[in-house]
């Protein structure tokens, strides 16, 4: 999508990073916005997305950047939705991490038949501690 501008690493406000949650329809605690703001005070990586300075999309990932990359957030408002910005997104992040590491995510019941179409292969071996809050 041409009038979308892509940031790597660019410093985010949680109350945006919330609206964006909301906008999405992507679970995440967006009414703890001091929570929002520790999610991302160390990720190791931030892909954004911005249409006229607003921002529209991001993907928040934890990685070592040699073998392994937890795809933790992808969040596109829902205005932009279907037009290519979670591909690019997840594109962008496979380019920043390099071809040695795999990108693995959890993902939400009604996101797993979008996970296919952008080059994710289903996974049977993976195991989760759930968060208690």
């Known amino acids: 999508m041409s009038d979308i501008e892509y940031r790597h690493n660019d410093p985010l406000d949680p109350i945006e990073v919330a609206r964006v949650f909301d906008a999405s329809g992507i679970t995440r605690p967006t009414s703890d916005l001091a929570r929002i703001a520790r999610m991302f005070s160390a990720p190791s990586l931030v892909v954004s997305a911005w249409q006229d300075r607003r921002l529209v999309g991001v993907s928040?990932?934890?990685?070592?950047?040699?073998?392994?990359?937890?795809?933790?957030?992808?969040?596109?408002?829902?205005?932009?939705?279907?037009?290519?910005?979670?591909?690019?997104?997840?594109?962008?992040?496979?380019?920043?991490?390099?071809?040695?590491?795999?990108?693995?995510?959890?993902?939400?019941?009604?996101?797993?038949?979008?996970?296919?179409?952008?080059?994710?292969?289903k996974a049977d071996n993976a195991f989760v501690i759930r968060r208690k809050r």
Do not use: N
């Open 60 to 121: 928040r990932s934890l990685t070592d950047y040699a073998y392994c990359c937890y795809l933790s957030d992808l969040a596109v408002d829902k205005t932009v939705q279907g037009k290519g910005v979670g591909r690019e997104l997840v594109r962008r992040t496979q380019v920043a991490v390099g071809d040695e590491v795999s990108i693995i995510l959890l993902s939400a019941a009604g996101a797993m038949s979008y996970y296919p179409t952008i080059g994710f292969q």
